[in-house]
């Protein structure tokens, strides 16, 4: 199976006031189809740039990003995204909040099995009977289960995900890892996930790529053993203990506030 | 219609007036000083066809200037809005020429157009209204949160699409919250022309001949004449607000 996202040696800087300010330099990235890659780094070291370039919303300076053995220069309708703001729009149902993306991307389905399918998801992520509410009737957790529904209706080939349950409280939270495993069994997405949560990223993942402080490269590259859908008691094996060990140095070590291990051994 | 969004008002507005009614004969005011609530009944019915003919005028001249006050606002503020460099230039201008008391303004543009009164009138009304709705659409499409763009932009949408679909139903609350304050404000650009201009026509030259002729009961039931239309114009964008931005409203709790 060939990769379907494929990002090589990509440096990028962003123009401001005070002269360029780089952010990614020399990130490599690979998530084979079907795959499920959590992203974690320091906060500010270009993560969201990341998904942005991953999304086609802006080309590198330098380097290559590959969708699928095309090369990305502009948005494509195969991807879908949610981030950690909903944004749902207040003046739609949420029912028509999913359908959105089906207004702008070409599409074989109905109006009416459009709609059958996203009654479908939102009764995946457990919001059947609030089709016809306002986003502003729903909680933030359900708001962000919407948003879920509205960045696959479409099926795209990727969903990029920011951050997605970055504001919602821990309980909620693993309602809704539990239902992202749900949903990657029912569509074929492969997933790119930006988190600060280490607990979430070895959840969800099949591999969890800690970036370096800003300017980010890949500085490690973890395996989860366990693939696909899991139990949350796997969060309480001395494997998952051992692996969330292993990530908390590797951000400690992207944050500057400890020396790779090779170096220590040179300094002692 | 509930009690308390009928009755409440209603009984307010009595005691106002009975309260209005004591005070002037409480310190025994005569007519050519301070008009009491029974005065403007019989002024209003001596002069009432002028009262209807010049109302309309009013009313019809304010709702045009109204309508070209949005449509420009609407542009300038869609220009100002998605356009930094255009924001730069026009802004200051913008603020600059909203600064100018318009009273001063009014007798500039009576004489440049002497006995194109309609006209006058209009641009008036226009001029000093369509200010605030060109801030707050600029503003609002200026602030929309970037990842309403992405959501759209990341699927391939053009920039029309983005506009049509969010940034212009997301500007609506505030640009009726601004068409609020534009329908005051043309309202004072119709009667500052009507009252200001030779031979002018409109609830503003009645109030002026009212003036001259020391007739207090007369101009007092011009004012309530004018207050009556500047409530029904309210809330006509109250009523539209609720019909396009009612989404806008949050649930009470
Ligand atoms: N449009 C922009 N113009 C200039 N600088 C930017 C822009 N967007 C982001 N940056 C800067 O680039 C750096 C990386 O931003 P990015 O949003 O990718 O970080 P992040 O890893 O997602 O951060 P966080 O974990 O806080 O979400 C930050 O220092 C930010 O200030
Ligand atoms: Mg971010």
Known sequence: MGNLIEIKGVRHAYRTASGPLPVLDGLELSVPEGGFVAVVGPSGCGKSTLTRLIAGLMTPDEGEVWLHGARVTSPRATVGMAFQNPVLLEWRTILKNVLLPLEIVPTKLTKKQAEERARHLLNLVGLSGFEDKRPSELSGGMRQRASLCRALIHQPEVLILDEPFGALDAFTREDLWQIMHALKAEEPFTGVLITHDLRESIFLADEVVVLSGRPARTQYVLDVAVKGARDIDHLYTPEAAEMLNVLRHQIAIAQGRELPATTRRAAQ | ?253
């Open chain 2, 1 to 253: 219609m509930t009690w308390r969004g009928v009755g409440v008002p209603l009984i307010a507005c009595a005691i106002f007036l009975a309260f209005w009614e004591w005070l002037v004969w409480v310190n025994g005011w005569p007519n050519f000083k301070m008009a009491s609530p029974s005065d403007l009944w019989p002024a209003f019915w001596r002069f009432r066809d002028l009262f209807f003919t010049m109302g309309w005028d009013t009313l019809w001249r304010t709702v045009v200037g109204l309508l070209l006050a949005v449509a420009f606002g609407v542009f300038l503020g869609m220009i100002m809005g998605l356009s930094r460099v255009m924001r730069d230039a026009l802004y200051p201008l913008l603020v600059g020429f909203n600064a100018i008391p318009k009273a001063t303004v009014v007798p500039i543009i009576a004489l440049m157009f002497v006995g194109q009164h309609d006209f006058n009138t209009i641009l008036m009304a226009f001029m000093i209204s369509f200010f605030p709705i060109a801030v707050s659409v600029s503003i609002g499409l200026s602030t929309l949160e970037p990842e309403y763009r992405d959501i759209l932009r990341s699927l391939g949408a053009s920039r029309a699409t983005i506009f049509w679909k969010i940034a212009l139903p997301k500007t609506l609350p505030e640009f009726f919250g601004a068409l609020k304050v534009s329908v005051t404000l043309a309202f004072i650009g119709t009667n500052l022309m009507e009252i200001v201009s030779p031979h002018g026509r409109g609830l503003g030259a009645l109030f002026d001949s009212g003036k001259t002729n020391s007739d207090y009961p007369l101009m007092f039931a011009v004012l309530v004449a004018l207050a009556i239309l500047g409530i029904i114009l309210y809330y006509v964008v109250v009523l539209l607000e609720k019909i396009f931005a009612g989404w806008a409203e949050r649930p009470a709790s």
